[in-house]
């Protein structure tokens, strides 16, 4: 159950925070994550993945589907990527990716924080 | 252990962002910060419009007077709605920056030679410092500097770039990251504010583009190895089959301005052959087929009765496009057609009384004059026997990721010194050369723009066009009520006999330009019996014109025009679409009999015979599917090389090359053309012995395009719009065009009709038009390229000057903006 909450709110928090911070500020909120919900670092770590690949995936699917697939695959072209569906899932993976060593570093920072107490 | 997993782990998530928020080095280029491109809330995504969007907004700006409204129709293009052209001109601006801002900044930054600020030095296999060199030793900031100051100068002209400027500021303020156009989150720069000097920027890229072309350091080498005989024919002034824009056989008063030939002129100027003058250099040339078509036919051709005004400007052909379409209707007016994103104003187009249009004049307006420096800190040089004093501009090139690069270009009495010991010429003569060119001078070409949009008949024709100095274009104008007109309107210098062709001494004001050549010897051509006007970059004139013209004129697609003009009769809008896409080849039919008397036809294999008969049987249509087109033109381009080569590889220099038109009239009046010879072989080759010689090398191209399946014309030309920083992916490759050189239908590879606009100035004005692009300059956009197929296929758009009361009930609209101070 933490672990859906914790991805739930690391995709949520993350689409806030970017509203204000560059493109990178859901690295902080899902940092803060990490802190706040007390898991293991291994299940921080794939919640902090998954909520924001599902962010970056559907966000991108999305956009691509309204825009009827035209801008994808010149981009993918451009990047050397073979498809639009392949740039979508590396749009994800780097979403992920960032997130997922954010939200390691919080739940460790969490394990430091209580040692101290 | 906890400290050093949590030091570990934040410093490979700090590293992660940092390294996604750089750009990483690919190739030759640089990748954008992937991080930010790839995010789906700051990133390329949101370029990604979707595809049913309507662009409704509601803008406050206080910059403006009163209300404007926006309609946008189906094919995106806007109708504004403005109580005063101050508003109207705001309006254009915020536009052009809502769908192009990209474009209009990048081209002003390669007018300003600034593009290695964005570019760095070297990418994507050009090198930008060296392209931005050029531009500043050519003057372009000091020209548009110059025409920024007569601008401001006049008050209808400073206010309408002052509200057009504050326009596409008030859309850049508005900006946020992610609403970035496209290639500055490629390139990872940001937009800059507007500026009146970025529109005279733009305005001077147009004059560079049309009225810079020159050959004078090839022209110049040319004379070293030839003599005056040799270079009259190599070089010719003057044409035998020319059908000038003013009919041959008018007669034209004397000059009124006496040019002299300096006295020394034949000793040190057309010193032929004897001259011992004596290549890192950069030299890039503005397009010499950077031309276009216009006519207008009165009511006496048309089946209504009434004018038909066409025009099509033959340009670098790029996505996104150099055009935007709009209406503009303020009180009492009411225009239509297109205009350059950065500039105020409707530039081709029509209004509820005329339509107007332009072609280039190609006139030599660019010289050169040597420039002897006392020293090497070039700050005296010599001039008519005195040492004067020169000034200096340091132009300070910024270069991404590396250290600013100086210019320090030195100002005479001519111009800027482009050639120096620092930047040398093609010649690489170690000399110093500064540049006069009519751009440099102080000019306002939006004043002519503003007036023509607001013509309502004949007199407001030549009012508005009069003041207009470079690039000096050849004219059109009809009206409703019936005029019809042609003038090359531009500010020229007075020439002697081929001054300018080389380059001149600059030590000696004898070979200054003498003076402008007076109004009344740019002929207007108003309403001529036969019915119509037309111009298609020929000479203007033909050689009993008082003054010298120079430049480069190509004569056939103004031959085959007037040809079918007088031919025609009963005209209806769409005879002349037709006639503006039309592939007939008149170059391929006047060289046809003499190639094929040239051709001896037993020397040939079989496999050349195919194609020879090939050739025999073709239609003389440059269509997608004919072969004959690629035999011929490829067979042209050896006969060129062939007949040339021998006599122009005595220098290695630059050398200028003669022009088709020049080889054809030759060989078809002169059957023991002296060129046909190769000066390197024992023997004496005639021309029979050319033309064959060069069909037999023409197979060995002809055969693997052949074995391709690229003999066809449409594939063996390939044609195509490419993106302006050529990303294959934004561009608009491979299209099936037919049409090239010396034909109607100019279509090129990557040059051609860049917008081709019919209006039949009827009671109610009937107008088509299409231009190879799309209102957005997104290329995340459906409305991208919108154009591009139509176009291709030779169909045209209506063009409808709408009331904003019958449009705000049309369906099918793709927004409304409304704009207001509050």
């Known amino acids: 159950m933490k672990l859906v909450v914790s991805i739930i709110l690391t995709a949520l928090l993350g689409y806030a925070v970017c509203l204000f911070l560059p493109w990178w500020g859901f690295a902080v909120s899902s940092f803060l994550i990490g802190i706040i919900i007390h898991q293991k670092p291994s299940k921080a770590f794939a919640a902090g993945f998954a909520g924001l690949f599902l962010l970056w995936g559907f966000h991108a699917y999305f956009i691509d589907l309204n825009n009827q697939n035209l801008l994808a695959p010149k981009i993918a072209d451009v990047l050397g990527i073979g498809s639009s569906g392949a740039l979508i899932i590396i749009t994800a993976i780097v979403g992920g990716l960032v997130s997922a060593f954010a939200a390691l570093s919080g739940s460790f920072g969490r394990t430091l924080i209580k040692t101290q107490n | ?822």
């Open chain 2, 1 to 822: 252990m906890r400290v050093v997993y949590f030091i570990l782990s934040l410093a490979l998530t700090v590293g992660l962002i940092i390294v996604l928020n750089v750009p990483l080095p690919a190739g030759k280029t640089k990748t954008p910060r992937m991080g930010y491109f790839l995010s789906p809330q700051k990133g390329f995504w949101q370029n990604a419009e979707a595809a049913d969007k309507e662009f409704n907004a509601a803008i406050h700006a206080s910059g403006l007077k009163g209300k404007v409204s926006v309609y946008f129709d189906e094919r995106l293009v806007p109708h504004i709605y403005a109580e005063n052209d101050h508003d109207a001109n705001f309006v254009q601006g915020y536009l052009h920056a809502r769908f192009r801002l990209w474009q209009m900044d990048f081209q002003t930054y390669a007018a300003a030679g600034r593009l290695s600020e964005i570019m760095g030095a070297q990418g994507s296999g050009s090198d930008f410092l060296k392209i931005d060199k050029f531009f500043r030793r050519l003057g372009m900031v000091y020209a548009a500097e110059n025409s920024l100051k007569q601008m401001e100068s006049d008050p209808e002209s400073k206010a309408a770039a002052d509200a057009y400027t504050a326009g596409v500021n008030a859309y850049i303020s508005a900006l946020d990251e992610k609403d970035y156009p496209l290639e500055y989150k490629m390139l990872d720069y940001k937009p800059e504010q507007w500026t009146n000097l970025k529109t005279a920027l733009l305005l001077k890229y147009m004059s560079y583009d049309l009225a810079a072309y020159e050959q004078d350091f090839e022209m110049t080498n040319a004379r070293s190895i030839f003599t005056a005989k040799q270079f009259e024919k190599l070089y010719p002034y003057g044409q035998d089959s020319l059908d000038p824009i003013v009919p041959k056989g008018t007669v034209f008063a004397k000059a009124g301005l006496v040019v002299k030939k300096p006295l020394n002129a034949d000793s040190v100027y057309f010193t032929f052959n004897a001259d011992t003058t004596k290549s890192q250099a950069y030299n890039p040339k503005p397009d010499p087929a950077n031309g276009s078509n216009n006519w207008a036919v009165s009511g006496i051709k048309t089946a209504s009765g009434k004018p038909i005004l066409c025009n099509d400007p033959h340009l670098g052909l790029n996505l996104p496009s150099l055009w935007y379409e709009v209406q503009i209707s303020t009180p009492g007016n009411n225009v239509y057609g297109v205009g350059l994103p950065g500039a105020p104003n409707v530039i081709i187009g029509f209004n509820d009384n005329v339509a107007f249009g332009f072609t280039n004049s190609g006139r030599d307006v660019r010289d050169y004059y040597e420039i002897t420096f006392k020293d090497s800190t070039m700050q005296q040089y010599l001039y008519n026997g005195e040492w004067q004093n020169t000034t200096f501009r340091d132009e300070v090139i910024k270069v991404k990721g590396a250290v600013a690069d100086t210019e320090h270009i030195a100002m005479t009495v001519w111009g800027p010194v482009m050639y120096d010991k620092n930047y040398p010429n093609i010649l690489k003569d170690g000399k110093a050369y500064a540049c006069r060119w009519k751009a440099h001078d102080p000019s306002d070409e939006l004043k002519t723009f503003g007036k023509l949009d607001k013509a309502k008949g004949y007199d407001d024709y030549v009012d508005a066009i009069s003041t207009f100095s470079c690039p000096a274009q050849n004219m059109i104008f009809a009206s409703k009520s019936g005029d019809i007109a042609i003038r090359q309107q531009g500010s020229f210098p007075a020439k002697w006999r081929r001054q300018g062709d080389f380059l001149m001494p600059g030590n000696d004001s004898s070979y200054r330009w003498q003076g402008i050549i007076g109004d009344s010897f740019n002929i207007t051509l108003h309403n001529p019996t036969y019915g119509f006007v037309s111009s298609a970059n020929q000479y203007p004139y033909d050689t009993t014109y008082p003054y010298y013209i120079g430049g480069s004129n190509p004569p056939y697609r103004g031959i085959i025009i007037n040809r079918n003009l007088t031919q025609m009769e009963n005209i209806t809008p769409e005879d002349m679409q037709r006639l503006q896409t039309n592939n007939y080849n008149i170059f391929a039919e006047m060289a046809k009999p003499v190639l094929l008397k040239y051709t001896d036809e037993t020397a040939l294999t079989d496999t050349e015979r195919t194609l020879f008969e090939t050739y025999k049987s073709w239609n003389l249509r440059n269509d997608i599917d004919e072969k004959g087109a690629t035999i011929f033109a490829v067979w042209v381009d050896s006969i060129m090389a062939e007949m040339y080569d021998d006599e122009l590889s005595q220098s290695p220099l630059p050398m200028p090359q003669p022009v088709q038109s020049t080889m054809l009239e030759s060989i078809l009046k002169d059957s023991s053309y002296v060129f046909a010879d190769n000066i390197n072989t024992p023997q004496k080759e005639t021309i029979k012995d050319i033309v064959t010689a060069a069909f037999k090398k023409a197979t060995t191209e002809l055969n693997i395009a052949e074995k391709t399946g690229k003999l066809a014309w449409g594939k063996f030309k390939d044609s195509g719009i490419r993106h302006l920083l050529r990303i294959p992916a934004f561009s608009r490759l491979h299209l099936p065009i037919g049409g090239g050189n010396h034909i109607i239908n100019a279509t090129k590879q990557f040059h051609g009709p860049s917008w081709r606009m019919v209006v039949h100035l009827n009671d109610k004005t009937e107008a088509y038009g299409v231009y190879p692009g799309g209102q957005s300059g997104n290329p995340g956009s459906k409305y991208y390229d919108t154009f591009v197929d139509y176009w291709a296929s030779g169909k045209y758009y209506m063009l409808s000057i709408i009331s904003e009361a019958e449009i705000s009930k049309q369906k099918g609209l793709k927004g409304k903006m409304t704009f207001s101070n509050s």
